[in-house]
């Protein structure tokens, strides 16, 4: 099963707009990072929020944290065709913490 | 910068037949991994390591060995090729745990026929 998961497999807007991506999550945990994948690269992280914060700011992208609900936000504005990219959430896992699992995904396409 | 090299880009390997998938990271990381990454499926964990001669399962190691003779060096290795290995494969380092940023190599495309 999935420990971290987008809620939606893919996105699209036109460029200047704004969009959101949701995650969730099973169990509890440390810190959950936001990755972004372009064509034919690994992943780089964009985000890292711990538990302890509701939220985290990188430029445009801001990141939310719900320990309640177990659920996390990327929100990114003022959207621009280079921010095509597939994203992930990722939570840290196993009883030192040391694994990083990942969600499936969302794909996310700004049209010009 | 942090830096993590993977070595072959691309691999077309015979079923059966033995692979390995190596890599190397510069940035002084406990903590080393290896993904696969698949249409549908995301990331998905095969083997770590939190260190120097040190070797964990992930989610998905069945069919797959891995070994960590230095801090810098990471290896993946498939024993018996099967074609549902055929995949795009993630060497990625990390600090500590979990609560901080991993770094991703550039990954390696693998077909087995």
């Known amino acids: 099963s999935q420990l971290a998961e987008e809620n939606s497999w893919a996105l699209s807007v036109h460029e200047g707009e704004s969009v959101t991506v949701n995650c969730s999550y099973k169990?509890?945990?440390?810190?959950l990072q936001w990755y972004r994948q372009k064509s034919g690269k690994g992943p780089a992280q964009l985000i890292l929020?711990?538990?302890?914060?509701r939220h985290n700011r990188n430029g445009r992208l801001r990141a939310t944290l719900d320990t309640s609900s177990q659920s996390s936000s990327l929100s990114i504005t003022a959207t621009r065709c280079e921010d095509t990219a597939v994203y992930f959430c990722?939570?840290?896992?196993?009883?030192?913490?040391?694994?990083?699992?990942f969600g499936t995904g969302t794909l996310f396409s700004v049209k010009p | 910068e942090a830096a993590v090299t993977q070595s072959p880009r691309n691999k077309v390997a015979v079923t059966g037949g033995k692979v390995t998938l190596s890599c190397n990271q510069t940035?002084?990381?406990?903590?080393m991994y290896w993904y696969r990454q698949d249409t549908g499926h995301g990331l998905r964990l095969i083997h770590y390591?939190?260190?120097?001669?040190?070797?964990e399962k992930g989610d998905i190691p069945d069919g797959y060995k891995a070994s960590r003779p230095s801090q810098e060096n990471f290896s993946l290795i498939l024993e018996l090729a099967t074609p549902s290995q055929t995949s795009v494969y993630f060497c990625?380092?990390?600090?500590?745990?979990?609560?901080?940023?991993?770094?991703f190599g550039k990954g390696t495309r693998l077909t087995v026929v």
């Open positions: 990625a380092s990390g600090d500590v745990d979990g609560n901080t940023e991993v770094f």
């Open positions: 929020i711990r538990s302890n914060e």
């Open positions: 940035n002084n990381h406990n903590n």
């Open positions: 169990t509890s945990i440390t810190a």
């Open positions: 990722a939570r840290d896992y196993g009883s030192s913490g040391n694994k990083l699992i």
């Open positions: 390591s939190y260190g120097a001669g040190s070797t």
